[in-house]
């Protein structure tokens, strides 16, 4: 999972930092964001923070067929539906 690294040896400038990144990427609509981890520096003073980010699924029009005609049953299964007017909304 792609994620970013926030790091620096001031704590507080870090997570301010980090907190702006955030509502930055959430207001986007491109990408969420996931979890979001703070862990102690492995040497000397200071955080890291890990974000998450995935992308958004692209969401296109939504395309609804249907018959405007409603043709008999028939007996028997053909391998082709028959031909008629067809209405498409979106």
């Known amino acids: ?3 970013l690294r926030l790091m620096g040896s001031d704590v ?8 702006a990144v955030v509502r930055a ?9 996931g979890d979001v981890s ?5 040497r000397g003073p200071g955080t890291r923070v890990y974000i998450e980010v995935l ?14 005609d409603r043709p008999a049953p028939r007996s028997g299964s053909r391998a082709l539906p ?3 007017e067809l ?3 979106r």
């Open 55 to 68: 992308l958004c699924p692209v969401a296109g029009p939504t395309v609804t067929v249907e018959r405007a």
């Open 38 to 42: 703070v862990v102690p520096n492995k």
């Open 1 to 3: 999972m792609p994620q």
């Open 25 to 33: 990427l959430q207001a986007s609509g491109e990408v969420q964001v």
């Open 12 to 19: 507080d400038q870090v997570q301010e930092t980090a907190a």
């Open 87 to 89: 209405r498409i909304e």
């Open 82 to 84: 028959g031909t008629g």
